[in-house]
C-alpha cells in the first residue's frame, strides 16, 4: 500500500492535481464521495475519509429509508483502491479514486457494495471459476428548457449516421475521455430514441467490470455538462420513447478455458453455462429488485420493448431475460457469453453483477436446466404455452419485485442480513415516496438522479 500511496501522490503531482474525489457507489445507485484537497491527500490516502454510517440507508429521494438500522451516531471510512485512481480529463485539476467501505478497525464494512461484489467472485473461485463481465450503456442527450422540463438534444433515427454527426463533438470528447482513462470503449451508436446513445467497454473481471460501470457514468455526465448537455441513464426518462438499459454480459472461465463453452452443446453451451442460464431465470423475479430497482425501471420492462418482459432465454433473442449472444467468427470459444437484459442505469453495478453471479453459481451447484430455448417474441406465445415452458411474466412494479426479493432465500443469504435490510429499506421508500406520484413527477425525480 505504501509504494501505491506513494504511486498515486507522484501522478497527482505530475497533473497538477488540485483534489482527489474518493467516490463509492449507495443502495440507491448514487454516485458519492468526498473531495480531498492535494495538501491533504497524504494524510486520507493512509486513513481514509470518514463517513456517516447513514449514508447507506439514503434513498433517491434524499432522506433516510424510514425503516433503517442506521442513523446519526457511527462512522466508516471511505479507503480508496489504488488501482482505481484516474486523473479526470473533463474537469481541470480533479482525479478521482473509487473506495471501499471499512470500519474504524479496518475491517470491510458489511453494507459495502465493492465488498459484496469481492465475496461472490471469491465464491466463484471457490469452483475454480472466474468471471469476465463488461455493461453495455444506453443513455440520452438533452436540453433543459426555460420551464425546467427536458427534451432530446436531437431528433436522429437509431444508427443512423446523421445523428453521429449531430453529437459528434460531445461523443468524440466522451471517447476521448474515456481512452485517456483506459476504459477501452469498443463501440459507439446512435440508439433507437431521440438524441439516445449507446457504448460498449471491453469485458474485465468482476470488480473492474462494475468499477468501469461508474467511471463510465461519470464521464459521460461530465463530458455532456461541458456542452451544455444532460446525460441521463435513468431507465426510462422520456415516457414516450425508448427506454435506456444497461445490459449485462458474462462469461464464466476454467483457467483459459470459457466454462460456458462447448462445440457439441446446444448454441454451443455447456452444462455450466445452461445452469448458469436456469440459475437467473430462476431467480429474476426477485433479481428484478436489485438489477432493475427504481420505480422508473418498470416502465421500460415491458413487452416488444426489446428490452424482456418475461423469463425465457433464446439466441439472440431481444426479447428474452438472457440471450446467448453470437459468437465471433474464428474466436468461438472466447466470445461465448450470455446477455443479461433485465439490468438498467439505476442499478448499483457491484450489487447487480454479485446478485447476477449469486443466482447462476445457484443454478451450476444445483444442476438446473433451462429448458428449450425460445426462438421466438415470449410475447406472441399463449400462457398455456408459457406455462408448459415455465415462462413467466416479470413483476410489473418494484413494489412486486422487492416482494420477490423478500422470499428468495438464496439472494437474500446472497446480500446477508443487514445488507438485505438496509437494501430493502431503501427501495420500499423509494416506491412509498414515487409508486404512486404522477409520471411527470416520477420520471423527473430519475432524470437528473440517473
Not at 433516510?64 to 480529463?89: C, K, M, Q, W, Y
Not at 438533452?142 to 422540463?149: C, K, S, Y
Amino acid at each position: 500500500m505504501a509504494a501505491d500511496m506513494q504511486t498515486i501522490l507522484s501522478r497527482a503531482r505530475g497533473a497538477d492535481v488540485r483534489s482527489v474525489r474518493f467516490l463509492y457507489c449507495d443502495h440507491a445507485n448514487i454516485i458519492r464521495g468526498k473531495a480531498a484537497h492535494a495538501s491533504s491527500l497524504e494524510d486520507f490516502l493512509s486513513s481514509g475519509i470518514g463517513l456517516t454510517v447513514a449514508m447507506q440507508a439514503f434513498c433517491l429521494t434524499e432522506h433516510l429509508a424510514p425503516s433503517t438500522h442506521l442513523g446519526p451516531v457511527g462512522e466508516i471510512r471511505l479507503v480508496p483502491d489504488p488501482a482505481t485512481f484516474a486523473v479526470l480529463p473533463y474537469r481541470p485539476r480533479e482525479a478521482r479514486l473509487l473506495c471501499d467501505m471499512h470500519t474504524l478497525q479496518g475491517q470491510p464494512w458489511e453494507l459495502c457494495p465493492r465488498t459484496f461484489l469481492k465475496s461472490i467472485a471469491a465464491a466463484a473461485a471457490a469452483r475454480d471459476l472466474t468471471v469476465q463481465a463488461a455493461f453495455e450503456y444506453e443513455f440520452y442527450l438533452a436540453r433543459q428548457l426555460d420551464d425546467g422540463t427536458y427534451v432530446p438534444a436531437d431528433d436522429s433515427l437509431c444508427f443512423a449516421s446523421d445523428g453521429m454527426d449531430r453529437q459528434a463533438d460531445v461523443i468524440g470528447d466522451i471517447l476521448d475521455a474515456l481512452d485517456r482513462q483506459h476504459l477501452d470503449p469498443r463501440q459507439y451508436y446512435p440508439e433507437l430514441g431521440p438524441a439516445q446513445q449507446e457504448l460498449s467497454i471491453n469485458h474485465a473481471s468482476l470488480l473492474q467490470a462494475a468499477d468501469r460501470q461508474i467511471a463510465v457514468r461519470e464521464t459521460v455526465r461530465g463530458v455532456a455538462l461541458q456542452h451544455g448537455l444532460i446525460a441521463s441513464f435513468a431507465p426510462k426518462p422520456f415516457a414516450n420513447q425508448a427506454g435506456s438499459g444497461c445490459h449485462v454480459h458474462l462469461s464464466m472461465w476454467q483457467g483459459e478455458r470459457n466454462a460456458f463453452y462447448d462445440a457439441n452443446g446446444e448454441l454451443g453451451l455447456s452444462k455450466i453455462g445452461r445452469g448458469f442460464v436456469a440459475g437467473v431465470l430462476e431467480h429474476l423475479p426477485g433479481l428484478l429488485a436489485i438489477t432493475c430497482p427504481s420505480v422508473n425501471s418498470y416502465r421500460r420492462l415491458a413487452p416488444n420493448m426489446w428490452s424482456s418482459a418475461y423469463t425465457a432465454w433464446g439466441p439472440d433473442n431481444r426479447e428474452a431475460a438472457v440471450r446467448v449472444a453470437s459468437p465471433f467468427k474464428g474466436r468461438v470459444e472466447a466470445t461465448t457469453n450470455l446477455e443479461i437484459k433485465a439490468v438498467d442505469g439505476s442499478a448499483n453495478p457491484y450489487l447487480a453483477l454479485g446478485a447476477i453471479v449469486a443466482a447462476g453459481l445457484d443454478g451450476i451447484e444445483r444442476e438446473l436446466d433451462p429448458g428449450e430455448p425460445l426462438a421466438s417474441n415470449p410475447h406472441d406465445l399463449s400462457e398455456s404455452e408459457r406455462q408448459q415452458r415455465r415462462i413467466r411474466r416479470y413483476p410489473e412494479t418494484l413494489l412486486e419485485a422487492v416482494s420477490e426479493l423478500e422470499r428468495d432465500e438464496v439472494l437474500l443469504n446472497a446480500l446477508g442480513p443487514e445488507r438485505a435490510h438496509e437494501f430493502i429499506g431503501v427501495r420500499r421508500a423509494e416506491w412509498q415516496d414515487l409508486g404512486s406520484a404522477p409520471p411527470e413527477e416520477e420520471i423527473a425525480a430519475h432524470f437528473r438522479r440517473y
